[in-house]
T-cell receptor
């Protein structure tokens, strides 16, 4: 039962262009969402998050958009850089007493110089 | 290095042996989470612990797996009588409080079963 889904296993983007990574969820109790970036042989590194009371959060080149009615969120990276090449995981939690994160299966982003 | 420390980074065991994975949380964090990642999959929650307490073990297999976080020392994830299907990357995360986000992850232990 995959409650967080990332339907694109991979994405290739030219350096300088926008990268858009998508994530869908099924559990309406989720109210906090995070994006993690992962390099090979390393642990996930927190990137950006958003609470369900917002529909957008921005941090430098990274912006996360949340559409609660569609149960969909997306991560925009602009401009994309070769160092952004990694696997990106979407994660969700229900803050009301829950502590564990539910992860998607990841999207491998390749930024082509 | 004040980050989450996991050791060993790689662990090889034969079927039937025991595997012990260790995790020291970030300085100031008293909440530890264990996740497992199978090849080509996302991370799956296993267990959440505070010092000397298991708070949520809903993701732990019912047999052979156990976890502890003693008053002193690192958190330990123990897998007894390992089988080939236990081969995976095991990640530990920590946070300063219950439900506090984000969780900060270690670099994982890659367990291989021969």
């Amino acid at each position: 039962d995959q409650q967080v889904k990332q339907n694109s296993p991979s994405l290739s983007v030219q350096e300088g262009r926008i990268s858009i990574l998508n994530c869908d969820y099924t559990n309406s109790m989720f109210d906090y969402f995070l994006w993690y970036k992962k390099y090979p042989a390393e642990g996930p590194t927190f990137l950006i998050s958003i609470s369900s009371i917002k529909d957008k959060n921005e941090d430098g080149r990274f912006t996360v958009f949340l559409n609660k009615s569609a149960k969909h969120l997306s991560l925009h990276i602009v401009p994309s850089q070769p160092g952004d090449s990694a696997v990106y995981f979407c994660a969700a939690s229900a803050q009301a007493g829950a502590n564990n994160l539910f992860f998607g299966t990841g999207t491998r982003l390749t930024v082509i110089p | 290095n004040a980050g989450v420390m996991q050791n060993p980074r790689h662990l090889v065991r034969r079927r039937g042996q025991e595997a012990r994975l260790r995790c020291s949380p970030m300085k100031g964090h008293s909440h530890v989470y264990w996740y497992r990642q199978l090849p080509e999959e996302g991370l799956k929650f296993m267990v959440y612990l505070q010092k000397e307490n298991i708070i949520d073990e809903s993701g732990m297999p019912k047999e052979r797996f156990s976890a502890e976080f003693p008053k002193e020392g690192p958190s330990i994830l123990r897998i007894q009588q390992v089988v080939r299907g236990d081969s995976a990357a095991y990640f530990c995360a920590s946070s300063p409080g219950q439900g506090s986000q984000p969780q900060h992850f270690g670099d994982g232990t890659r367990l291989s079963i021969l």
